[in-house]
């Protein structure tokens, strides 16, 4: 019986432990905490609520917050992680991309059509342009989608987010509100790409002791997620209760565009149903802590809000698609768009 992967949400490995780098009590709450995620997400969300004037002075910590999270990204990658580079450079360059336009035009597009304020309209710009999300490398294992793939365009994408989010933001956000590109570029360096970095390094240094805290990091990492959500929540209470149901709308409508235009393209482009799932699934799910952080510290709470709320519909909607997905095996799947073409 497989196990829930026990590494951070950030980049999910489908690959078991060694029963003597953790306890089971440990093993137990991060198989715990990834599989209510998105509650625990939810509830940290009504926190925020509840206490608005109490958590929205933390929000200097949010940075730090994110950063510690990447962090453990960082710690659990492994040199095979790239060895898709080489084996199917095509899917990859095809997931990177869909992930780069698709969704920060949609964000865009959506923001125009609902008649978003420029804050939230920045939001939802800021979510698009991210880098791929938490626990999608997981959703993908469940979905029986190409994992590797999955956990390279994670990787890939983060690892060019200094350099396309700022322009991307600076394109499309730039309409609703002045942008600094360079003061982006440098948040994510510090936030993203230096811990992530960090990470592998002391997992090449020190693998020993790196694979003694490998199963704290879910603990960690949905710790750090749920903490920015609620503090980004309690920075703008009142805007959520006036301005939710049509946020919602278009965060639910912004994932549901970056799954099924994801999956439309990886077939177009001729990648088998495992590469089409695993660039679905990544194209759907977003950084949305990397976008929360961004727009508290260079936008406004408000600006965050499209990132709060995507951090629990995302995780929603993809643990529904992976389910959907394991119950049609790949074989399956083949068959029936044979037979349909």
């Given amino acids: 019986m497989w196990r829930w992967p026990v590494v951070v949400p950030a980049v999910w490995s489908p690959g078991p432990v060694s029963p003597s780098s953790s306890t089971p009590v440990l093993q137990r709450a991060s198989a715990f905490t990834g599989r209510w995620f998105a509650v625990l ?5 009504g926190l925020g609520l509840l206490l608005p004037d109490t958590l929205a002075q933390a929000a200097p910590a949010v940075p730090w917050l994110l950063a510690l999270i990447m962090l453990g990204m960082g710690m659990t990658l492994r040199p095979v992680d790239f060895a898709v580079v080489v084996r ?3 899917a990859l360059g ?3 991309a869909a992930q780069y336009l698709v969704m920060p035009l949609t964000g865009f597009a959506l923001a125009r059509l609902l008649d978003l304020s420029p804050t939230q309209a920045a939001g939802m710009v800021l979510v698009g342009a991210s880098p791929g999300g938490t626990a999608s490398n ?4 469940l979905a029986k989608g190409d ?3 999955s956990v390279a365009m994670t990787t890939f994408s983060t690892l060019l987010a200094p350099v396309l989010t700022p322009l991307l933001v600076l394109w499309l956000a730039g309409e609703f509100l002045p942008v600094d590109a360079g003061a982006l570029f440098v948040s ?3 936030v993203v790409l230096a811990p992530v970095l960090l990470g592998l390094l ?3 240094v020190v693998p020993a002791l790196v694979e003694r805290v490998l199963d704290a990091l879910p603990l960690v990492s949905v710790a750090g997620i749920a903490a920015v959500v609620a503090i980004v929540v309690a920075g703008s209470a009142d805007t959520v209760l006036t301005v939710g149901p049509l946020l919602v709308l278009a965060v639910v409508l912004h994932n549901g565009v970056g799954l099924g235009v994801g999956y439309g393209l990886a077939r177009l482009t001729g990648l088998d149903v495992p590469a089409r799932r695993a660039v679905s699934i990544e194209v759907g799910m977003q950084n949305s802590g990397l976008a929360a952080t961004l727009a508290t510290v260079h936008f406004s709470p408000a600006a965050a809000l499209p990132a709060a709320i995507f951090s629990v519909w995302h995780n929603v909607s993809g643990s529904l698609l992976a389910g959907w997905w394991s119950r049609r095996p790949v074989e399956r799947a083949v068959a029936e768009r044979d037979r349909v073409g």
């Fill in 147 to 149: 994992t590797a793939l």
């Fill in 188 to 190: 994510i360096v510090q």
């Fill in 202 to 204: 002391l997992r090449t």
């Fill in 41 to 45: 997400v939810l509830a940290a969300g």
């Fill in 94 to 96: 095809v997931g990177v």
């Fill in 138 to 141: 997981v959703m993908v294992f």
């Fill in 88 to 90: 199917t450079p095509w």
